[in-house]
C-alpha cells in the first residue's frame, strides 16, 4: 500500500501518492485530475483529441471509484489502525484495487484500442526507463540498488510508526538476507516485471481496433495476472506475496504503544484525506 493500464498511469499514480506524507498527499488529491491526465499524456503520447477523450472519462471511473470502491477501502483502513494482524486487511486492499483496475479498463477501453504503433513504441520506451531502477545490473550494482531499496523502506516505515526500534531497523535491513550476492532474487523480480508488461502489451496489441476485446481482456489481467505469465511470473508473484508478508507482520508485531497512536493518527489522516476525495468527486 505493474504492467500498467491507460487508465491505471492516473490512478496507481494516485495510490503510490496516498503512502506519502500529508501535505503531499493532499496535494496530489486536489489535483488528481491533473496529475493523471499529464501521467497519461507522458505515457502514451496522447495527440489533442486523445487527451480530451482521456479528461473526458477520468469523471467517470473516479466516480464508480467513489461509488463501487472508496467505502470499502476506508473501512478496510480504519480497520487497520487497531489492527494486530494487517495480513487479511492488506489481501482485502488487494483486491479492491483489482476491481478498480477492471472498471478502468471498461472506461478507458476505446482511449487504448485508439493507439497507433508509433504511440505503443513511445509507451515501450517510457516503461525501459521505468523499469532501470529495479535493474540490478545498472545505477551502481546490486548493492547500490539494495541500499536504495532499503533507504525507502525505512523512510516509509518511519512515516508510518515514527522513530523505529533498532529490532525494526534489524527486520528492514534483514529483508535482503535470503539474497545472494549477486542479485538472483533482483534479476527474478526484474523479469517478472517484463513478464507482466510484455504481456499487457501484447493485450494492447490485439485490442487496436476493437475495444470491447481490449475491455474483456483488459480486465480480466486486472482481476488476476496469473494466466497471462509465465510459471516463473506466477511463481515470483507468490515469493513477492510472502515476502510482504512476512515483514509486514513481524513489523506489527514489534509496534510499541506510541508507535501504534503514531500509526493510528496516520491512517486517521489517510482516511480523512481520502473521505475529502470522495467529496470532490461528488461535486465535480
Not at 65 to 84: G, K, W
Amino acid at each position: 500500500m505493474k504492467a500498467l493500464s491507460a487508465g491505471k498511469y492516473g490512478l496507481l499514480a494516485i495510490v503510490a501518492l496516498l503512502a506519502a506524507g500529508c501535505s503531499m498527499r493532499r496535494f496530489a488529491l486536489e489535483n488528481y485530475g491533473w496529475f493523471s491526465t499529464r501521467l497519461a499524456v507522458s505515457y502514451l503520447d496522447l495527440d489533442g483529441a486523445q487527451k480530451e477523450t482521456f479528461k473526458t472519462t477520468l469523471p467517470k471511473i473516479s466516480e464508480k471509484i467513489r461509488e463501487r470502491h472508496l467505502p470499502d477501502t476506508i473501512a478496510i483502513l480504519q480497520s487497520m489502525a487497531d489492527a494486530t494482524d494487517p495480513i487479511p486487511a492488506l489481501q482485502r486492499l488487494e483486491v479492491r484495487f483489482r476491481l478498480v483496475v477492471a472498471d478502468a479498463c471498461d472506461e478507458f477501453a476505446p482511449l487504448v484500442a485508439s493507439l497507433s504503433p508509433a504511440q505503443l513504441e513511445h509507451l515501450k520506451g517510457k516503461l525501459a526507463e521505468r523499469e532501470e531502477k529495479y535493474d540490478p545490473t545498472a545505477n551502481g550494482g546490486v548493492a547500490a540498488l539494495r541500499k536504495r531499496q532499503s533507504d525507502e523502506s525505512r523512510e516509509m516505515a518511519t512515516r508510518w510508526l515514527g522513530t523505529l526500534t533498532s529490532r525494526q531497523e534489524e527486520l528492514l535491513d534483514g529483508a535482503s538476507l535470503e539474497r545472494d550476492d549477486e542479485g538472483q532474487w533482483e534479476r527474478d523480480y526484474l523479469a517478472y516485471r517484463a513478464d507482466a508488461q510484455g504481456a499487457f502489451l501484447r493485450l494492447i496489441i490485439a485490442g487496436r481496433g476493437n475495444h470491447s476485446l481490449f475491455g474483456q481482456q483488459c480486465r480480466r489481467f486486472g482481476e488476476n495476472q496469473d494466466p497471462f505469465l509465465t510459471d516463473a511470473g506466477r511463481q515470483m508473484r507468490v515469493r513477492m506475496r510472502d515476502r510482504r508478508n512476512t515483514l509486514t507482520s513481524a513489523l506489527f508485531a514489534s509496534i510499541q504503544p506510541d508507535q501504534r497512536s503514531h500509526f493510528r493518527l496516520q491512517m486517521n489522516g489517510l482516511v480523512n484525506d481520502l473521505g475529502f476525495w470522495s467529496e470532490q468527486i461528488a461535486n465535480q
